[in-house]
């Protein structure tokens, strides 16, 4: 069988079994539809937070990342792990004992404020936009490149399964074909690794393979041979690569979509156990990764650089025609030269590591289709995770909480179903409507940034610090907001010139920075204003005892 | 709360706090800050610092929501809090 037809063979069968899983597990409740009935063992939350997590620019960009910036790809490694720590001993356990529904509900609750719900309602919907785009659009160029499917059509069939096993199943669904997402996307990702590491390294563990002789050293000759930076350095000052890793920690401890997956357990013990098994699950994938990536670059550079035009691999071709490869014979000497700077002839979509690594190690056509369903199941997964954000911020904090309080649970169900229908045809617009993935990959510091200057800080300080008021709160997440909006705004699309960076430290990194300055500015505003009142201090009295209402 | 919650209390920050000075010394002290000094060493064919940033400090992290998951149990043994969640 061909690549394609097995492409369609797994994509088929893994719809298949989420629509199945969709119908299983159908909401009864808000409290279904919201948190699964709060009932799901720690390990299946924690794969199924690892599939949430994991999007499609983890899947398929993760290892091309680190193949291109080598040292410089670790900021993504450790942000985008690390960011568990905080969440596991700062947030999880503590939000599960507060035990509702949404992170606009603790700030709400907890500042005893409409304003500041709103706000981190706005927040909230803000985050998980600008990621939801990114994953409509991963599903289209997926379908488009393997399954010859048009990029518009791809998007509007991934709408069609996400629609119904969010619509139907609510949170409870999205977790359990989370679970199974995470299987698929996670052999998808590994079984390419292992043969890879094989052919290089002789090792069965990729993580093995990584650390072997002929490796890293290597690629570092190899490399400074051909005039780039060495693997294992960056160019990156310390300070940005410093503050882009808090940046990305933080705000992975902030974002919503994560957060509520961590409401879905039975107590806070469990909440800190299924953080645990998330980290696990997600570390599987992650110190793979640069495995991958760095295998991926001595073998590209083995098999294209001064190769023959006309002798070049097959795969090459193949992504050459599909426009990820992009090949200039500028000295016209029928030959390829790879290399830093002018005589470059090469320019290679870093995406292609993970998409073509099964051709490029000479893997059977099944391998490829597997691949195809993983990169899939990462973005579906993500994308469920992140509808199920907006639409309990639209039926639960603005339309239940805010606005029509006298609403029954029957109302608030079919609330919740039509705003996530309306946030699937939303994002599924948005995916249409961005261009490219590049655009969206620039959006996506806002995420981070935003999460980690403005919600991080009033969850944290709400939980640890009593005293903490709504008006502290308010002002903290204004500024972060504000101050890291601009930042972005100005520095990405305005006047994206390095040299007027403050400090040094890129648009990617500054919501570490502003995350300071919302702490400060929250904490000085608290202080100046009244006590909260006794039944907040209460509040937080309880949130901090499991089980000691 | 009771002088025994509060008992609790303190000692889960302290555990917090210095699983949080672990959490920094691997990942920014180690992989960012004193990299370089690090990578005068080597794992096998990786220079120490840069494989904590690539593997080492994620190995890391995730013995440490380990341990606290565990230490965590064991205060709450110690203090007699009570394991089941709030009834929702």
Redesign the interface.
Known sequence: MSGPLWSWVFVGLTFALYIGIAIWSRAGST?DFYVAG?DVPPVLNGMATAADWMSAASFLSMAGL?AFLG?G??VY??GW??G???L???LA?YL??F?KFTVPDFVGDRYDSRTARIIAVICALFVSFTYIAGQMKGVGVAFSAFLDVPQNWGIAIGMAIVLVYAVLGGMKGITYTQVAQYVVLIFAYTVPAIFISLAITGQLVP?IG?????????LDRLLVDLGFTEY?QTTKA?ID??CI??AL?FGTAGLPHVIIRFFTV?????A??S??WA??FI?VL??TA?AVGAFARINFIDQVNETAIDELPEWFETWESTGYIDLDDKNGDGVVQYRAGEGNEVVPNRDIFVLANPQIAGLPGWVVGLVVAGGMAAALSTAAGLLMVISSAVSHDLMRMTFRPDMTDREELRWARISAAGAVVAAGLLGIFADNLGFVAQVVAFAFGLAAASLFPVIVLGI?WGRFNKQGAIAAMVTGLVTTFAYIVWFKFVDPDPAGWWFGISPEGIGFAFMWLALVVGIVTAIATPAPPDHIRQLV?NI?????? | MTDNQRAYWRATRRLTVGLLLVWFAVSFGAGILFREALDAVSIGGAPLGFWMAQQGSIYVFVILIVIYCTAMTRLERKFGIDQKGPEQ
């Open positions: 409290r709060h680190t040292y790809g670790s490694l450790m792990t690390g568990y720590v905080l596991a001993l700062l356990p599960r004992e035990g993580q990584f650390t072997s002789e002929s490796v890293l050293p290597r294992t310390k690569v410093f890793t808090a920690m039975e107590n806070a013990q469990a800190r156990r953080a645990g980290l696990a570390a992650y110190t640069p640890f009295e901090r005892i499991p089980g000691g209402n």
